[in-house]
């Protein structure tokens, strides 16, 4: 995993349950005056997604997506 997806992971650990746009995620992660694409929060949680693939638990499913909105941090089963 690399800095940004641990700064992503860090961030969502801190405010868990709730749901972020990719706009919010950019703003919060990648800093305010930063501009690139809100595409790219969608690959650095593929990449998140791809290095805990091996884990024991499938702990790709604590990042969740939420059609229309982006992406929360969850413990809850509810997906």
Same mark, same amino acid.
């Given at each position: 995993?690399?800095?940004?997806?641990?700064?992503?992971?860090?961030?969502?650990?801190s405010?868990? &349950?709730? $749901?972020?746009?990719?706009?919010?995620? %950019?703003? #919060?992660?990648?800093?305010?005056?930063? /501009?690139?694409?809100?595409?790219?929060?969608?690959?650095?949680?593929?990449?998140?997604?791809?290095a805990? &693939?091996? $884990?024991?638990?499938?702990?790709?499913k %604590?990042? #969740?997506?939420?059609?229309?909105?982006? /992406?929360?941090?969850?413990?809850?089963?509810?997906?």
């Amino acid at each position: 995993m690399g800095p940004t997806e641990l700064n992503l992971l860090h961030f969502f650990m801190s405010h868990p &349950e709730r $749901a972020y746009t990719r706009g919010q995620l %950019l703003d #919060q992660v990648w800093g305010a005056n930063v /501009y690139v694409e809100e595409r790219t929060v969608d690959v650095h949680i593929r990449r998140w997604r791809k290095a805990l &693939e091996s $884990a024991e638990q499938d702990l790709r499913k %604590l990042i #969740q997506t939420v059609r229309g909105t982006g /992406y929360r941090f969850s413990t809850r089963g509810g997906f």
